[in-house]
């Protein structure tokens, strides 16, 4: 059983997603739906009805989730509140909410509602300055709200989850490999998404992992790790949006200062971090100890 919480701006193609899920069986809870149904052919409706949409939607939802069902929410979710309220709503009946998030442009928006006609729930008219007005004052999700899809384009970015280790090992193997740091493990994946679930973030295309970023965070500092994207990737910006959702992610948690690890000779990822303003920082240097099971047995041999 799933639930998603379906959010973005007027014109951002909610609608069209959600009644793709919802030809595969999803249920769909909708304000706009709800709102033509009861006889309101222009936006905004009156408070007293919203008010009266949003109590028969949450029932709807926690019936939907107590029958076993799939739920797609298809409410813009334009606040980190509303949001926080539906997922609050859900894991009381012991489910975690998955948001998807579908980011449209400004220009974008403002066109694709200019092609409405008001021929339904899913057709309704906006003016210019009311779109405008919601893209503006959107409160987009970052990675800091778990777990998280951000559907652009062909391309999607999500939280990585323990379904995932596998995969995330070989494509680093190939994508991020380097002779001086430990060689992974699936134990230690898999120990990084249960101490932090949110920290790995991916992108795909056609359902296959072709970048990653860690935003590692401790409570106190924050740290960027294994920026990688796939070589049949790259060239579509996808470290950078990796990196800006990082950013994000960290930030909205507490961070002052971000750090990166960049490996000395690599001009390419040198050439990313720099254009996104990172320096070296030239009065530190990072001091290593190797530690574990090979190091303590080369150790013991030594008198």
């Known amino acids: 059983m799933t639930v998603i919480l379906l959010c973005g701006a007027a014109g951002s193609g909610k609608s069209t997603y959600a009644r793709r899920l919802e030809d595969d069986g999803w249920?769909?809870?909708?304000?706009?739906?709800?709102?033509?149904?009861?006889g309101v052919?222009?936006?905004?409706?009156?408070?007293?009805?919203?008010?009266?949409?949003?109590?028969?939607?949450?029932?709807?939802?926690?019936e939907a989730v107590a029958a076993g069902r799939d739920v797609v929410v298809d409410l813009s979710f334009s606040t980190r509140e509303l949001r926080d309220a539906y997922r609050e709503?859900?894991?009381?009946?012991?489910?975690?909410?998955?948001?998807?998030?579908?980011?449209?442009?400004?220009?974008?928006?403002?066109?694709?509602?200019?092609?409405?006609?008001n021929t339904g729930p899913d057709d309704y008219r906006l003016t210019?300055?009311?779109?405008?007005?919601?893209?503006?004052?959107?409160?987009?999700?970052?990675?800091?709200?778990?777990?998280?899809?951000?559907?652009?384009?062909d391309l999607a970015l999500r939280h990585a989850c323990l379904a995932d280790v596998d995969e995330l090992l070989e494509f680093w193997s190939g994508s991020a490999e380097n002779a001086s740091r430990p060689q992974d493990s699936?134990?230690?994946?898999?120990?990084?998404?249960?101490?932090?679930?949110?920290?790995?973030?991916?992108?795909?295309?056609?359902?296959r992992i072709v970048g990653t970023v860690i935003a590692g965070w401790d409570g106190w500092r924050a740290h960027l790790y294994r920026l990688a994207v796939g070589p049949e990737a790259r060239g579509r910006g996808i470290a950078r949006r990796l990196m800006r959702h990082a950013e994000h992610r960290l930030v909205?948690?507490?961070?002052?200062?971000?750090?990166?690890?960049?490996?000395d000779g690599n001009e390419a990822g040198a050439a990313v971090w720099r254009a996104?303003?990172?320096?070296?920082?030239?009065?530190?240097?990072?001091?290593?100890?190797?530690?574990?099971?090979?190091?303590?047995?080369?150790?013991?041999?030594?008198?």
């Open 186 to 207: 699936e134990a230690a994946v898999q120990r990084l998404l249960v101490r932090d679930p949110a920290a790995v973030i991916v992108a795909e295309l056609d359902d």
């Open 252 to 263: 909205d948690l507490g961070a002052t200062r971000l750090d990166a690890m960049v490996l």
């Open 27 to 38: 249920i769909r809870l909708s304000f706009d739906v709800e709102t033509w149904r009861r």
């Open 128 to 153: 210019d300055e009311a779109v405008r007005a919601h893209v503006e004052g959107f409160e987009a999700p970052t990675f800091a709200e778990h777990p998280l899809q951000v559907v652009d384009g």
């Open 41 to 62: 052919r222009s936006l905004p409706a009156p408070p007293e009805i919203l008010g009266e949409i949003e109590d028969e939607l949450r029932v709807r939802l926690v």
């Open 89 to 117: 709503l859900v894991a009381n009946l012991g489910i975690v909410a998955g948001t998807v998030h579908l980011p449209v442009d400004m220009s974008t928006a403002v066109e694709r509602v200019r092609q409405r006609r």
């Open 276 to 303: 996104a303003g990172y320096a070296p920082q030239g009065e530190w240097s990072r001091w290593v100890k190797p530690v574990g099971p090979q190091e303590a047995a080369a150790g013991a041999t030594v008198e």
